[in-house]
């Protein structure tokens, strides 16, 4: 049963919450979406004890809410607070896995036209270094990664199977959990997902997902502070996956030739990070799931639906999402118009919203003959009035 999205009243109190509401609409939340109150207060505590008492010292002072960072972001995505590092970005969470696989000359590494660019820069770097193989996965009719491609493709000598769940060039929703179940049957193989999207936006639960890796952003859906992010690996398969730049958190110093890893994910992290960061991370965690994920999942499903509405009635307007099941980005053309003259007269009426190029999406773009797109980019303080007054930028810009 679908959750109930949040009535009238409950979304005026969200954008109480939300000082940026008052001053901007905003639709690019796939970006870096706004901030709510207690993370910015969380971000503010830190921060003037780290001016009042040191650094190090407001760090210790911090240990509680640090393991609290961990703890709920483990509830965020299904699994234990020991199988969670914090990082400073998806990207870096996503190499510090990636970069510590064991790649052998003939591995094969399967991947889809929704890999994001810095991912993808990785898997060729990596088969230029150790002689395995990149190769990206057929998609099916409707533009999301094609399961029996997968099926047919996986052996014994597939080694990682990159898959992004929501991409950032469109609104489709890859069948996760479904590629799960066929890559159970093939225990070599080493699951990535690229949840930067989905965290905060959709339910997640990585036993059902089947998923041995997940890394995802701070800033998105989640609402967290930028320059934060997390990792999530499989307690059982963590021994396979070193942290690619270990240092003095994630590992003792032995001896002169010998050191120790963690035990736990922290084995991935870093020792200087923005600790306030990391504190308004977890702080922004714990009010998604106080919120309650199905139901913010519920509102951004029925509010990009909204939207998707509005701009297919407009003439010069042509929707660009693809997939079967849609997440709440929502990308288009204008006929006439590029993305940058539809962002710029966008932003002219305070209105946020942001363009995705061919450089970031050319495994998905290329294909499809398509240069750039508009990406708005809805949350659950989102209004209809919103959506309303994006409708007639872009009606003004079609008609211009």
Known sequence: MTAPAFTPTEVARLRDDTPGCAHVAHLNNAGASLMPSPVLAALHSHLDAEATMGGYEAEAAAAERLDAAHTAIAELVGGAPEEVALTENQTRAWDMAFYGVDLRPGDRILTTHAEYSSQYYALLDRARRTGAGVEVLADDEHGQLSLDALEQALDDRVRVVSIVHAPTFGGLVNPVAEAGALLREHPRALYFLDATQSTGQLPLDVAAIGCDVLAATGRKYVRGPRGTGFLWVRGARMEEIAPAFPDLRGAEWESPTSYRLHPTARRYETWETNVAGRIGLGVAARYALDLGVERIAAQVARLASALRRRLSELPGVTLQDTGEARSGIVT?????????????????????????????????????????????????FTTEDELDRLAEVVDGVARS
């Open 332 to 380: 288009f053309t204008v006929s006439g118009a590029t993305p940058d003259e539809v962002k710029e007269a966008a932003r002219s009426e305070s209105i946020n919203v942001y363009t995705i190029d061919m450089t970031d999406a050319r495994l998905a773009f290329e294909p499809r003959g398509l240069a750039s797109v508009v990406r708005a980019s809805v949350h659950c």
